[in-house]
């Protein structure tokens, strides 16, 4: 489901994409208060935690080697300095202590909220179901990859499909009350993830696409987006999650566009036809996937793209990219937010996975601050004969 940021917009309401009812004032107030913490800890605590770093002459010399052209300690070795470092300061470890609190509490704090309205919940789902627009094809047998299956990403209790009612709990708990201050993983605080995905879907070239996919589509968020900026495209996507491909239909069907979603995994098998899409998005998916699984996405994506479509990737920036204290930020996800790949894939190179994969003009750069959203656009070849 999508992250709605204006619940009080009775507009919302009348459109009936807005329940009319209210969490309870204690449901409330709990996710205003984690918000409220995170929002303290990444705005407030994590620069004075900066500020020591880059005052230490460990930690100056640590950053001089990280921003250099010709580094003489390697990645890896530079970020576990800085992380031995920063763990020696008691503001980064309270920092990283609200931080893991907050990430904990979505689910202690927000389900027990949900569940106090879980009848209304089910109602207002249960009304969505009317009239949905366009097609959700999951009755198949996918074989899900063992990567994905055992994780509870972001420590979502029981992973993407743990709950019946996440899509409420983050539509109308963590979207608009958490999330919304942004501050979290690569998300900057102040900036708003629904903004963002806008401004990701405004890099593709052309002003027209007449069919856009998006692997690892989840609640179709992005999609949403996608449907903003280029109102006429048709609009297809992947997950592995029935939950999240069954509120995405309805979350769109409220909206009043279209999407066509399919149970799938997007790395190995979409069940699109060759050269069917003009354009592809992919948005915080590859930080989820194995480097093999990437590759293999890349692959199939050049299958279903016709010769000249364009594909754009918003991921977190590679630890290339950021000075070296924020990498240390963005690496702690990994063992404390529950994204086992999340190190591996900012050590990589998306750029040479996509050429690797047969795809030319391949760039990438920032469109916001903290180097996020960060972009990586290519474009598949003309076949010869096009392109003469
Ligand atoms: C962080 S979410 C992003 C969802 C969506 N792209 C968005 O912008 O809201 C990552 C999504 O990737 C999906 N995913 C991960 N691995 C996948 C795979 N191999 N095939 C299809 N979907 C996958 C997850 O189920 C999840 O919905």
Redesign the pocket.
Known sequence: M?FLTQLEDVSLQQQGTAPSFALSQRGRSGFELLGSVQKFSSGTLRPLAEESFVATPEGKALSADHASAAPVRSERERIAAAKALCASDNVFRLERFIQRYVAEQNFNHGIPAIEERRAEFRAYEAAMERGLLGTLDIDVDVVV?S??DRIE??LEPGG?DGYDLYGALFAFGVGPYVFSHGGYAAVAVGDDIAQQ?LNTIRQFPKNEYARIY??????????KAVHTVFPDAALH?????PL?LRNGQKMASRFGFSVHLRL?????DTREADESFDGV?????H???PPK?NRA?FREMYRIMKPGADIVI?DPPPFRAVPLFHAVILDWDTEHREEPFFTTALHDSLDEMLREAGFDAVESYAIGHGQYPWITRARKPLKLAEAA
């Open positions: 999508t990859p990567y994905y990403w972001h993407w995905r998006e692997p690892g589509c989840g609640g179709v968020s992005t999609l996507g992947s997950d592995l999650s999240l799938a995994d997007s790395a190995t998005i992919t948005y915080a998916l930080h989820e996937l699984a996405l918003s």
